[in-house]
T-cell receptor
Framework: DAGVIQSPRHEVTEMGQEVTLRCKPI?????LFWYRQTMMRGLELLIY????????DSGMPEDRFSAKMPNASFSTLKIQPSEPRDSAVYFC?????????????FGQGTRLTVV | GDSVTQMEGPVTLSEEAFLTINCTYT??????LFWYVQYPGEGLQLLLK?????DKGSNKGFEATYRKETTSFHLEKGSVQVSDSAVYFC???????????FGAGTTVTVRA
């Protein structure tokens, strides 16, 4: 398997524009996670899905953020409108079953810069 | 709530030096504990893990022992290499929550 695939790797956009980040989890994994990484706040869990259903979105910072998982092989994280403080690296991760010692597999991340 | 506290970096070492990164946790029940590593420009990768008290996780010369009595999971390596330069994250997983909680990360730089 190619691992968790995220696109784009880098995104530069102007404030106010809509941004869509994409993720393809590892086939067969039931859980999908979106994280945001910044110098100030470290790694923050934004939302996670189980079998395509959002389970916990308490980490989503505000209504400008939304995430969907229309099928088992694809998820999006959308920011509309984007703001400079949204600049961060966004990671997607997937896991077959997050229990015991099962690990989460991370994508390489999307570096978002909002100017 | 559940949380993980790591020693703050950055840590700078010479090659072949001994590395320790402290990690303590707060959780009810019996979480699983992990160390993840992030190399420059990449995502996080699992380095090692332990699922119950007194378990020792090990990989690539790194070790960490799950100590319930001190609620700790310190990462150690006896002789670091330049290629070990990375950011290291301690993480906790509670089974019922299905959420990984990460520490702030510790940046380690190894000089030749």
């Amino acid at each position: 398997d190619a691992g968790v695939i995220q696109s784009p790797r880098h995104e530069v956009t102007e404030m106010g524009q809509e941004v869509t980040l994409r993720c393809k989890p590892i086939s067969g994994h039931d859980y999908l996670f979106w994280y945001r990484q910044t110098m100030m706040r470290g790694l923050e869990l934004l939302i996670y899905f189980n079998n395509n259903v959002p389970i916990d979105d308490s980490g989503m910072p505000e209504d400008r953020f939304s995430a969907k998982m229309p099928n088992a092989s694809f998820s999006t994280l959308k920011i509309q409108p984007s703001e400079p403080r949204d600049s961060a690296v966004y990671f997607c991760a997937s896991s077959p079953l997050l229990s015991g010692g099962t690990e989460a597999f991370f994508g390489q991340g999307t570096r978002l810069t909002v100017v | 709530g559940d949380s993980v506290t790591q020693m703050e970096g950055p840590v700078t070492l010479s090659e072949e030096a001994f590395l320790t990164i402290n990690c303590t946790y707060t959780a009810t029940g019996y979480p699983s504990l992990f160390w993840y590593v992030q190399y420059p420009g990449e995502g996080l990768q699992l380095l090692l893990k332990a699922t119950k008290a007194d378990d020792k996780g090990s990989n690539k010369g790194f070790e960490a022992t799950y100590r319930k009595e001190t609620t700790s999971f310190h990462l150690e390596k006896g002789s670091v290499q330049v290629s070990d330069s990375a950011v290291y994250f301690c993480a906790l997983l509670k089974i019922n929550d299905y959420k990984l909680s990460f520490g702030a990360g510790t940046t380690v730089t190894v000089r030749a």
